[in-house]
T-cell receptor, first 114, second 113 residues
Framework: SQTIHQWPATLVQPVGSPLSLECTVE??????LYWYRQAAGRGLQLLFY??????ISSEVPQNLSASRPQDRQFILSSKKLLLSDSGFYLC?????????????FGSGTRLTVV | AQKVTQAQTEISVVEKEDVTLDCVYE???????LFWYKQPPSGELVFLIR??????QNEISGRYSWNFQKSTSSFNFTITASQVVDSAVYFC??????????FGKGTTLSVSS
């Protein structure tokens, strides 16, 4: 069966520090991968999505970046965190060319920038 | 452009009450998919239902039911005889061919005993 792993679960980082969040998927090949962010009291905002290795699309300009070094690995990074980067980050995957079959989400990383 | 609107920010009910969560969507495509997800306090998103634009048949799953009406661009979610365990944030979402899943801002449901 397919599973998605996301870590760490909780992270507290000082302003200006780097960030690396990792997401891996098991049990499927060539998934579409996504990073969403949920700010406190707000909805889910799509940050990045990837349809293949090295292929990254950015939905929102920001100081975050994403990479997909392997088929089932998706990494969210920042060189210097801002206070506004605090939030709940969710990784998700889907299959299907049209990405219409719904997504499976990881358990999320709660990031607090102090 | 596509958009999902969940006008109800917070709803509070007492156990055993029925509650309906509203979802209105906008899209120019004739082929699209609608979803509902539940986010309990743990944070993980739990898939509840997927509906495609060609299937307007309402669906019932236990205490949950969904009313899809293309004429009003709505996909409402009703919980019958609510329970404390139903307390969560509920998200309506939309996708169409070639685009990623777009979420509404969510409705926080609080069920008290």
């Amino acid at each position: 069966s397919q599973t998605i792993h996301q870590w760490p679960a909780t992270l507290v980082q000082p302003v200006g520090s780097p960030l690396s969040l990792e997401c891996t998927v098991e049990g499927t090949s060539n998934p579409n991968l996504y990073w969403y962010r949920q700010a406190a009291g707000r909805g889910l905002q799509l940050l990045f999505y990837s349809v293949g290795i090295g292929q990254i699309s950015s939905e929102v300009p920001q100081n975050l970046s994403a990479s997909r070094p392997q088929d089932r690995q998706f990494i969210l990074s920042s060189k210097k965190l801002l206070l506004s980067d605090s939030g709940f980050y969710l990784c998700a995957w889907s299959v299907g060319r049209t990405r219409d079959y719904g997504y499976t989400f990881g358990s999320g990383t709660r990031l607090t920038v102090v | 452009a596509q958009k999902v609107t969940q006008a109800q920010t917070e709803i509070s009910v007492v156990e055993k009450e029925d509650v309906t969560l509203d979802c209105v969507y906008e899209t120019r495509d004739t082929t699209y998919y609608l979803f509902w997800y539940k986010q309990p306090p743990s944070g993980e998103l739990v898939f509840l239902i997927r509906r495609n634009s060609f299937d307007e048949q309402n669906e019932i799953s236990g205490r949950y039911s969904w009313n899809f009406q293309k004429s009003t661009s709505s996909f409402n979610f009703t919980i019958t005889a609510s329970q404390v365990v139903d307390s969560a944030v509920y998200f309506c979402a939309l996708t169409q061919a070639g685009t990623a899943l777009i979420f509404g801002k969510g409705t926080t449901l609080s069920v008290s005993s």
